[in-house]
Structures are given as structure tokens and as C-alpha cells.
């Protein structure tokens, strides 16, 4: 059972958890698993979609505008395929903090973090594998009871 609790090298698998956002609902979005986050290492916090089977990390054009992340022309471009259709987009540098719950650890810096920026983006914003997942080590504990569901988080040494 210790390997569960601790990593390799006998740290903790996980420094922070929150409550379990399951069928959470943002604008006209219901996520079937949610975690709120900082964006651009700045307020407020931003509910987003946490999808293990996402190529990519997705985030509007406009909320990248918005928290001021700089893009050059020189970046990474890719195509994704979503329920929404087929988008091309920008990969960017995006400092993402996943916030844990008083009490439940500390937030999680995810160091290295990156985004693909979609024009007209009409989805949430997606942490999808590429870009944040592949360096967050990720547990969730559904619970016994509506609302007792933990989602653990803590990074990949």
C-alpha cells in the first residue's frame, strides 16, 4: 500500500487535492470533471475541464488576450479535432496553478505548462495531456456520497 501514498523516491505521490467537481456546470458547458485553476498566474480562479483523453491543452484566444500571455509569431501551430469541429491554434507558454482546498495540501504550480490558443474557441478551457496533464501526477477519489469526491494533484519529479 506505500506505493500508493508515496512516489519512487519515498515523497508524496500527491501535495494538494480539491473537492471533486463532477457534471459542473460552466456558461452553457456541463464538465464531467472540473478543477479550479489560475491561468496566467493571475485571479480570478477559472473552472476548466479536466480531460485525460485530450490531445491538447485548450484555451480561448480572447482569455489568453486577456491574461496578457505573450504569443510571437515564431510559436508552434497545430490542428485539433473536438466535438466543436476541426480548429487550428498556437501552442503558447501558460502558467497554470491547480488550487487546492484549505486543508487538503498546497496548489500546484505546473511548471512548464503550454496551451494551444484557438480562435473563437466556443468550448471551456480544456487541461487536456499535452501541455499539462503529461506533468501532473492526477488521482481522483470519486467518494461515498455526492460531494465527498476528492481530485488529487501533485507534480511529476
Do not use: N
Not at 506505500?2 to 519515498?10: E, I, N, R, V, W
Not at 485571479?43 to 491574461?67: F, K, N, Q, S, Y
Amino acid at each position: 500500500m506505500t506505493g500508493l501514498l508515496h512516489d519512487a523516491h519515498g515523497g508524496p505521490w500527491a501535495t494538494g487535492g480539491a473537492r471533486l467537481l463532477a457534471d459542473f456546470t460552466v456558461g452553457s458547458h456541463v464538465l464531467p470533471l472540473a478543477v479550479y485553476c489560475r491561468l496566467g498566474g493571475k485571479a480570478p480562479m477559472h473552472a476548466a475541464l479536466v480531460d485525460t483523453g485530450a490531445t491538447w491543452t485548450v484555451v480561448p484566444r480572447d482569455l489568453i488576450e486577456e491574461l496578457e500571455v505573450p504569443v510571437d509569431d515564431l510559436q508552434m501551430k497545430v490542428r485539433i479535432e473536438s466535438r466543436f469541429g476541426s480548429h487550428s491554434g498556437t501552442v503558447v507558454g501558460l502558467h497554470v496553478t491547480l488550487l487546492a482546498e484549505p486543508g487538503r495540501g498546497v496548489d500546484l504550480d505546473v511548471t512548464g505548462a503550454r496551451a494551444v490558443m484557438v480562435e473563437g474557441w466556443p468550448g471551456p478551457t480544456v487541461l487536456g495531456f499535452h501541455g499539462v496533464l503529461e506533468i501532473v501526477r492526477l488521482g481522483i477519489d470519486p467518494g461515498a456520497r455526492d460531494g465527498d469526491g476528492v481530485l488529487y494533484f501533485g507534480p511529476v519529479e
